[in-house]
């Protein structure tokens, strides 16, 4: 059954979403230049598809609850998860004739890469620098056995 995101759970939802945008913003930077950035309707027709993706399989997924924050492996094991599910809901709705320009099959293969990679990039960065600012030592996700 679903459970509420905690803290931690929606601080990662945060970053989460700002890779996303970081992600596909950069694609289109990669492809326009800066000035591609300037055409909001091109940019909220390419990022905000693989927003409402990653909210959908989050959802989903159950990415920001609580046990799925818990551990290491849990959390890239959900947001791998979340992830591709992202890209699937996200490329449905970006080549749907309700966009103007759909995209080229490679597309599909270049967000799946990116945006899973990128994700889990970054949830290994935030987990290294929680563990570094909390002092604990790494763990393989396994809860120790009870007193």
Same mark, same amino acid.
Do not use: C, K
């Given at each position: ?5 905690? #803290?931690?759970?929606? &601080? ?5 979403? !700002?890779? @996303? ?15 591609? !950035? ?19 399989? =989050? ?11 818990? =551990? &290491? ?7 791998? /998860?979340? &992830?591709?599910?992202? @890209? ?39 987990? &290294?620098?929680? #563990?570094? #600012? =909390?002092? /604990? ?11």
């Amino acid at each position: 059954m679903f459970e509420a995101p905690d #803290r931690d759970g929606l &601080a990662l939802a945060v970053g989460d979403y !700002l890779a @996303v945008i970081a992600i596909v913003g950069w694609g289109i930077v990669d492809h326009n230049g800066i000035a591609g !950035l300037t055409d909001l309707p091109e940019v909220v027709g390419t990022i905000g598809p693989f927003l409402v993706g990653i909210v959908v399989a =989050s959802l989903l997924v159950g990415t920001y609850e609580p046990r799925n924050v818990a =551990s &290491a492996r849990a959390q890239l094991r959900s947001v791998a /998860a979340a &992830a591709i599910g992202t @890209v699937g809901v996200g490329l449905v709705i970006r080549t749907s004739p309700a966009i103007e320009g759909g995209a080229a099959w490679p597309f599909g293969l270049v967000m799946l890469g990116t945006i899973t990679l990128g994700l889990l990039f970054w949830r290994t960065a935030a987990i &290294a620098v929680s #563990r570094y #600012r =909390s002092g /604990a030592p790494e763990t393989t996700g396994r809860e120790p056995t009870g007193e």
